[in-house]
């Protein structure tokens, strides 16, 4: 059964630090791009980042720029997202998501067809 799982959300204050892991079961990593997600309350979800099969990346969100990078281990069939100086406007439930393809979409939600549950993040003022 094709799964991603989402971990390492929790409650962070302001400029802390947490890393986020996408596992993926069902499927080999290596030949897919893996997206990350967030939505935050009353808001629709946004890309935040997405890394292609060879490792190369492709950022959708421009706050995070400096802050968030995007790693992948195939050997452990896992995704990570690292953020770092955190601000209450990251706080939302961040999803992992497969792309259709080995690459990185421009753009749309829609491109991407598995998606983990999410894990939540609250960045304290």
């Known amino acids: 059964q094709l799964q991603l799982v989402e971990s390492g959300g929790g409650l962070v204050q302001a400029g802390g630090s947490l890393r986020l892991s996408c596992a993926a079961s069902g499927f080999t990593l290596d030949y897919y791009a893996i997206g990350w997600f967030r939505q935050a309350p009353g808001k629709g979800r946004e890309g935040v980042l997405c890394i292609n099969s060879s490792g190369g990346w492709r950022r959708y969100e421009d706050s995070v720029k400096g802050r968030f990078t995007i790693s992948r281990d195939n050997a452990k069939n896992t995704v990570y997202l690292q953020m770092n100086s955190l601000d209450p406007e990251d706080t939302a439930v961040y999803f992992c998501?497969?792309?259709?393809?080995?690459?990185?979409?421009?753009?749309?939600?829609?491109?991407?067809?598995?998606w983990g549950q999410g894990t939540q993040v609250t960045v304290s003022s």
């Open positions: 998501a497969r792309s259709r393809m080995n690459y990185c979409p421009g753009s749309g939600i829609s491109m991407f067809d598995y």
